[in-house]
């Protein structure tokens, strides 16, 4: 019920050793310049209280980055006030693309990843997160995942 992307979309394998770039399973810097957090966008299924989720990366300012990596072992970081972001995953189940949906990161108590919350556009993504998905469409994402052969993992 869980898919996620290993990077962001602009991560490249020869950033790897840059001393300016960082990949973490929760952070990246690209460049010292380009911040990301990885985060849950959750897709409850209809007639069942499972939730599917996509694990994505998110860009967000300097300021958020630095706030958030401040906030990351503190207990209570859950009360923070939500950051903007751009979402940085293709998700290539989705006919338009998914790359620079605008978001809001919301931060959950330690060990939990934040919740990706999509503006409410009419982008299938964002309208799956408001109304839910069947179980069948689940079926769907994953037969598509799994036969793709992209980074994105179960």
């Not at 952070?27 to 990885?38: D, I, S, T």
């Not at 006919?95 to 299938?124: F, I, M, Q, W």
Request: proline content about 6%; overall charge negative; aromatic content about 10%.
């Amino acid at each position: 019920m869980n898919y996620t992307a290993e990077a962001p979309a602009v991560w490249d394998a020869a950033f790897a050793d840059a001393e300016d770039c960082l990949l973490s399973p929760e952070q990246c810097v690209v460049r010292g310049r380009h911040y990301f957090v990885k985060g849950l966008i959750e897709i409850p299924v209809i007639g069942s209280d499972d939730v599917f989720s996509w694990g994505v990366w998110v860009s967000l300012s300097r300021e958020n980055f630095s706030r958030a990596a401040d906030l990351w072992d503190r207990p209570g970081r859950e009360g923070e006030k939500p950051y903007f972001g751009w979402l940085t995953t293709e998700l290539p189940v989705y006919s338009a693309t998914t790359l620079n949906l605008k978001t809001h990161v919301h931060t959950r108590p330690v060990g939990e990843r934040p919740y990706v919350e999509l503006e409410p556009t009419d982008h299938p993504l964002a309208v799956e997160q408001r109304t839910g998905i069947t179980l069948d469409r689940v079926r769907e994402i994953a037969a598509a995942v799994l036969h793709s052969g992209d980074s994105t993992q179960a």
